[in-house]
């Protein structure tokens, strides 16, 4: 059974760079084909799909985020990450790893992380 | 790219069926047939219900449905049941090789 499971500090502080690891148990992250993702939600508020990032490196991003994302993956860990940059309040919020339910799809996303609340505040 | 469009809420009786729309443009929804949907409880990672406009994953009720019409999808719940309130959020693949979501709606079972 695939389990995906985030980590990374709590409470990041306005203006600095928010850094978040998703370790993959329970199947390779370099299976081929498949893309592996990141979603944030805000308290109360809905899903935002943040970006993603295919087995052999390739990324996509959310237009809004992305002179701030990078998403990267390291296989020899069985693990992907999101950083983002310049952080401010607006990006409190609970982040999902995610992965599709289908090789070279961006979605659906049958696989969730249990998600992780990352406050950002002074 | 914008949010696709949900209502903010919906509510019905126990046995009712309800439907949820979801409004994007030919540049999401009308353009590809990669509309999926995600029930999510309180505290809880959404779960994947609807994926490819009317496709349900194994173990989800039959009393799921979704389907498409133009620029608008659409989620169809019938036979409500006190365990189906929950937000409910709309999804698409986009032009733009990217994904986006509705702006969820909240199901209450009266």
Same mark, same amino acid.
């Given at each position: 059974?695939?389990?995906? *499971?985030?980590?990374?500090?709590?409470?990041?502080?306005?203006?600095?760079?928010?850094?978040?690891?998703?370790?993959?148990?329970?199947?390779?992250?370099?299976?081929?084909?498949?893309?592996?993702?990141?979603?944030?939600?805000?308290?109360? /508020?809905?899903?935002?799909?943040?970006?993603?990032?295919?087995?052999?490196?390739?990324?996509?991003?959310?237009?809004?985020?992305?002179?701030? %994302?990078?998403?990267? %993956?390291?296989?020899? /860990?069985? #693990?992907?990450?999101?950083?983002?940059?310049?952080?401010?309040?607006?990006?409190?919020?609970?982040?999902?790893?995610? /992965?599709?339910?289908?090789?070279?799809?961006? *979605?659906?996303?049958?696989?969730?992380?249990?998600?992780?609340?990352?406050?950002?505040?002074? | 790219?914008?949010?696709?469009? #949900?209502?903010?809420?919906?509510?019905?009786?126990?046995? *009712?069926?309800?439907?949820?729309?979801?409004?994007?443009?030919?540049?999401?929804?009308?353009?590809?047939?990669?509309?999926?949907?995600? *029930?999510?409880?309180?505290? /809880? =990672?959404?779960?994947?219900?609807?994926?490819?406009?009317?496709?349900?994953? &194994?173990?989800?009720?039959?009393?799921?449905?979704?389907?498409? &019409?133009?620029?608008? =999808?659409?989620?169809?719940?019938?036979?409500?049941?006190?365990?189906?309130?929950?937000?409910?959020?709309?999804?698409?693949?986009?032009?733009?090789?990217?994904?986006?979501?509705?702006?969820?709606?909240?199901?209450?079972?009266?």
């Amino acid at each position: 059974q695939l389990q995906l *499971q985030e980590s990374g500090p709590g409470l990041v502080k306005p203006s600095e760079t928010l850094s978040l690891t998703c370790t993959v148990s329970g199947g390779s992250i370099s299976s081929s084909g498949y893309f592996w993702g990141w979603i944030r939600q805000p308290p109360g /508020k809905g899903l935002e799909w943040i970006g993603s990032i295919y087995y052999s490196g390739s990324t996509y991003y959310n237009p809004s985020l992305k002179s701030r %994302v990078t998403i990267s %993956v390291d296989t020899s /860990k069985n #693990q992907f990450s999101l950083k983002l940059s310049s952080v401010t309040a607006a990006d409190t919020a609970v982040y999902y790893c995610v /992965k599709p339910s289908a090789p070279n799809r961006r *979605q659906p996303f049958d696989y969730w992380g249990q998600g992780t609340l990352v406050t950002v505040s002074s | 790219q914008s949010a696709l469009t #949900q209502p903010a809420s919906v509510s019905g009786s126990p046995g *009712q069926s309800i439907t949820i729309s979801c409004t994007g443009t030919s540049s999401d929804i009308g353009g590809y047939n990669y509309v999926s949907w995600y *029930q999510q409880h309180p505290g /809880k =990672a959404p779960k994947l219900m609807i994926y490819d406009v009317n496709n349900r994953p &194994s173990g989800v009720s039959d009393r799921f449905s979704g389907s498409k &019409s133009g620029n608008t =999808a659409s989620l169809t719940i019938s036979g409500l049941q006190a365990e189906d309130e929950a937000d409910y959020y709309c999804c698409s693949y986009t032009s733009y090789s990217t994904v986006v979501f509705g702006g969820g709606t909240k199901l209450t079972v009266l």
